[in-house]
C-alpha cells in the first residue's frame, strides 16, 4: 500500500523537501498505526519546510508536527481500530515521521483519544498552537492568578498561540491586551475577546529593567527584546508564560522584574508535556473553547499548499490557524 506524504531527504546540497508517494513498509517502529486525516501548519513546521532549519535531527524525515486521525491497527488493548485520536509533539518531524503523510505508525504513548464533541479538524485547529496556549493558560492558573489579578497581555497575538491564548483568557474573564504588528487585524482581534490592542512596536526596542506595571499575566510567543519588555512591566506577584521565539531566541533581561517584583516567568513545552497535564489540557479545550471563535482563527488548505503555508507562516503573514486536510 502507497501513501502521499511530504518528506525531507538529505542532498549534498542541505535538505530536499517534496510531495512523494511511499510504501507502507517505510513507515517507522510504532504499535498504532493510523490513517491520518488532518494535520496543520505551525510556526516549527514552517523552519522544516523551509529545508534550511535544524528542526529535522533524522533524514530521511515525513514533516508534520502535528496530526489527527483514525486508528487503522493497533497492538495496545488501549488503542482500537476506529478511534479517533490526536497526536501533537513528541519529536514528529524531528525524529520519528509526522503529520503530513496519509498513514502514520507511532507509539501509542503519543497519542490522546479525541475528547467526546471534538471533531478531528476541529482538533487540528487547535492542534500545537491551541494546546501550547492552554498549557500556558494552566501554568498562569498554577500561581494563582486570576482575571481579578488585573489584564492578561498576549504578544504574537494574530499568530497561532496568540490567537488561541486571546480567545481562551478571554472566556476565562480575563481583560486581555493584544500586542501585534499588524494593526489591520484589530477587528480580528477583538472578535476573539481582546479588550485592548497595542503596537508590537511598543515592546520591541530595548527599555527600563523595570517600567510602569501593567499586566498581571502574559503569554509571550516573541522572545528577546519583547519577553524582557514584558515581564518588566508585569505587575507585583505576575507571571509570565514563555511560549516562543518569533523575535528571536535570546532573553536580553535583568533579575529586577523577579527579585523586586516577585515577577515568576513559567517556560510552556509542548512537545514532552506528561500524558496527565496533556489529558487535562485537551479536556479543557474540548470543554471550554468556543467553536465560533476557532472557526474565526482557522483555514484550511490542502496538502499540497503547506510549502507556501509555511514560508508565509515565517514571515508572520498568517493569521490564526491553519488545517491542513490530509486523507
Ligand atoms: P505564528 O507565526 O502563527 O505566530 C507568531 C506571531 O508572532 C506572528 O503572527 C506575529 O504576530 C508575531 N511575530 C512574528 N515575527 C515577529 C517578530 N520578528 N517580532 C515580533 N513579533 C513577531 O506562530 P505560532 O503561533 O505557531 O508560534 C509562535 C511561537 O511559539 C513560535 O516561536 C513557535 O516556535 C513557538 N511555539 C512554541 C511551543 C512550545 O512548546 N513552547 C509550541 C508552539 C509554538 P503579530 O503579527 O500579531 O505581531
Not at 478531528?120 to 485547529?125: G, H, P, Y
Not at 475577546?193 to 517600567?211: F, H, Y
Amino acid at each position: 500500500m502507497t501513501f502521499r506524504a511530504i518528506r525531507a531527504d538529505k542532498t549534498d546540497a542541505g535538505q530536499d523537501v517534496k510531495l512523494v508517494e511511499m510504501d507502507e513498509s517505510e513507515l517507522m517502529e510504532g504499535d498504532v498505526t493510523i490513517r491520518v486525516t488532518h494535520s496543520t501548519v505551525n510556526y516549527k513546521d514552517g523552519l522544516a519546510l523551509s529545508g534550511k532549519s535544524l528542526v529535522i535531527r533524522r533524514f530521511p524525515m515525513v514533516l508534520g508536527v502535528d496530526l489527527a486521525g483514525i486508528v487503522e491497527s493497533s497492538r495496545r488493548s488501549d488503542f482500537a481500530p476506529g478511534d479517533k485520536v490526536i497526536l501533537t509533539g513528541h519529536g514528529l518531524s524531528e525524529t520519528h515521521y509526522g503529520g503530513y503523510a496519509e498513514k502514520a505508525r507511532v507509539n501509542g504513548d503519543w497519542l490522546v483519544k479525541a475528547p467526546d464533541g471534538l471533531t478531528l479538524a476541529e482538533a487540528m485547529a487547535i492542534g500545537t498552537a491551541g494546546f501550547t496556549a492552554m498549557l500556558a493558560l494552566m501554568a498562569i492558573e498554577h500561581q494563582d492568578l486570576t482575571p481579578s489579578s488585573g489584564p492578561a497581555l498576549v504578544t504574537g497575538a494574530a499568530g497561532g498561540v496568540g490567537s488561541m491564548a486571546i480567545s481562551l483568557l478571554a472566556d476565562e474573564g480575563w481583560r486581555v491586551i493584544a500586542s501585534t504588528g499588524r494593526r489591520s487585524e484589530t477587528a480580528y482581534l477583538k472578535a476573539l475577546g481582546a479588550d485592548e490592542i497595542i503596537d508590537r512596536a511598543t515592546l520591541s526596542a530595548p527599555g527600563k529593567p523595570l517600567g510602569k506595571e501593567q499586566w498581571a499575566a502574559g503569554v509571550d510567543s516573541v522572545g528577546s527584546t519583547t519577553l524582557a519588555n514584558v515581564l518588566a512591566q508585569t505587575r507585583y506577584g505576575g507571571a509570565v508564560a514563555a511560549c516562543g521565539l518569533a523575535g528571536g531566541m535570546d532573553l536580553p533581561t535583568t533579575v529586577a522584574p523577579f527579585i523586586l517584583r516577585g515577577v515568576s516567568l513559567l517556560g510552556i513545552d509542548s512537545v514532552h508535556c506528561p500524558k496527565e497535564r496533556r489529558l487535562e489540557a485537551w479536556r479543557r479545550l474540548a470543554l471550554d473553547l468556543d467553536r465560533d471563535k476557532l472557526a474565526t482563527m482557522t483555514r484550511t488548505i490542502p496538502l499540497a499548499e503547506v510549502f507556501d503555508a509555511g514560508a508565509r507562516i515565517l514571515k508572520g503573514e498568517t493569521r490564526g490557524r491553519l488545517v491542513v486536510t490530509i486523507g
